[in-house]
Structures are given as structure tokens and as C-alpha cells.
Nanobody, 125 residues
């Protein structure tokens, strides 16, 4: 069984920074991509950022581009999310995800096979 465990969430003032981490444990697997999604209260889960290990291509949603940075270690199935210049609208539960297949878009929720339990990020104004 594969488990993804996020950490680093919390409460921060607008303009502040947080760094989320996600590590895989359990059964060994090789991921093709990893990403971060978020879900605000009453809203659908949305793509934030993702990385395709082959070539190291990164993808960002327009709402976080220039403020958030994804990085990680393919061999360890570990991914990080550095969040700067946080805004109240960034408040959400943030989920880490891993995809093991080549097909699909890194931006699509359907391209991911394993999910973490989520970590709360709250940005106060």
C-alpha cells in the first residue's frame, strides 16, 4: 500500500510564506508525475502545481504562478511546495498526489493515482 503524507500546513498572515512537504511511504513505486491540488470550503478540488519527472517540466495554475514553486526528488517520490506572498484566497486544504502512468495531463485530477490526506493552509487578512 502506498501512502503520501503531507506536512507544513498552518496559519499565516497575508504576504507570508509556508513550505509544504510530501513524502511517500509503504510499497515502492515509480511515479511519472507528482502534484499539489487544493480544495477550499464549498469548492471543488483544483490543480495548483505539478511536476513531470521526465525532463523536470513544471506546471502552475494562473492563480499561483510567480508565487508558488514546486520541487522534489523523483527517486524518493518526495515533493515540496514553497508558497510565497500568500493571499487569503489561498486558504484551502492542500493535497499531494502522485501519478504512475504516462497518459493524461499533469493538470488533470484524473492523472493521479495516489493521494495524501491533506494539510490545512489558512491565510489571514
Amino acid at each position: 500500500q502506498v501512502q503520501l503524507v503531507e506536512s507544513g500546513g498552518g496559519l499565516v498572515q497575508a504576504g507570508g510564506s509556508l513550505r509544504l512537504s510530501c513524502a511517500a511511504s509503504g510499497r515502492s513505486f515509480s511515479s511519472y508525475r507528482m502534484g499539489w491540488f487544493r480544495q477550499a470550503s464549498g469548492k471543488e478540488r483544483e490543480f495548483v502545481t505539478g511536476i513531470r519527472w521526465s525532463g523536470g517540466t513544471t506546471y502552475y495554475s494562473d492563480s499561483v504562478k510567480g508565487r508558488f514553486t514546486i520541487s522534489g526528488d523523483n527517486a524518493k517520490n518526495t515533493v515540496y511546495l514553497q508558497m510565497n506572498s500568500l493571499k487569503p484566497e489561498d486558504t484551502a486544504v492542500y493535497y499531494c498526489a502522485a501519478g504512475i502512468t504516462f497518459s493524461g495531463s499533469t493538470r488533470s485530477i484524473n492523472s493521479y493515482d495516489y493521494w495524501g490526506q491533506g494539510t490545512q493552509v489558512t491565510v489571514s487578512s
